[in-house]
């Protein structure tokens, strides 16, 4: 079916409002001679790259959250801290302030172990462990330049 629409539809009416990833499947089911190769802007990639670690992140700290053990929910926090200083999401951390300020507050909140340990009952170990963990990244994170983009155009759910 796809195959009898006529070029000019695909190119003019239809990709052009396809988001990147619905414009990347659209080329995957088409015929290869009617596959459209287009560029992507800077914007649109950094966008979408956004949204997805965005969503990555947002589903694992809704899985922390609904952790019942105390322990076992520090030590994904600490796996969750540890896969954001990554360099993948080093463009979350300086592009998306919103997403930092929240991170950020996180971090804080974790950073003294010995609150966490008489707060949440958690072992004494884990929670000094999470303590260190979360001031190594503060300070890391201090050492990193903000460039706050404006022009994302996807609605983004912040954790």
Do not use: W
């Not at 008489?118 to 004494?124: E, L, P, Q, S």
Request: glycine letters at 2%; aromatic letters at 10%.
């Amino acid at each position: 079916m796809l195959e009898t629409l006529p070029d000019d539809i695909y190119r003019f009416g239809i990709m052009p409002y396809l988001d990147y990833t619905s414009r990347l499947n659209l080329n995957l089911v088409l015929p290869k001679n009617y596959q459209i190769v287009q560029r992507f802007d800077k914007s649109e990639i950094l966008s979408h790259e956004i949204h997805i670690l965005v969503k990555l992140v947002k589903t694992l700290f809704d899985k922390a959250d609904n952790e019942t053990n105390r322990n076992k929910k520090l030590i994904i926090y600490g796996n969750i801290f540890t896969l954001v200083s990554k360099p993948r999401f080093r463009i979350l951390l300086t592009n998306y302030s919103i997403f930092r300020t929240a991170y950020t507050e996180r971090l804080k909140y974790f950073s003294n172990g010995m609150v966490i340990y008489r707060r949440d009952a958690v072992t004494k170990k884990n929670a000094l462990n999470m303590g260190r963990i979360c001031r190594k990244i503060l300070a890391s994170l201090d050492n990193m330049e903000i460039s706050d983009i404006r022009y994302i155009s996807k609605s983004i759910v912040i954790v």
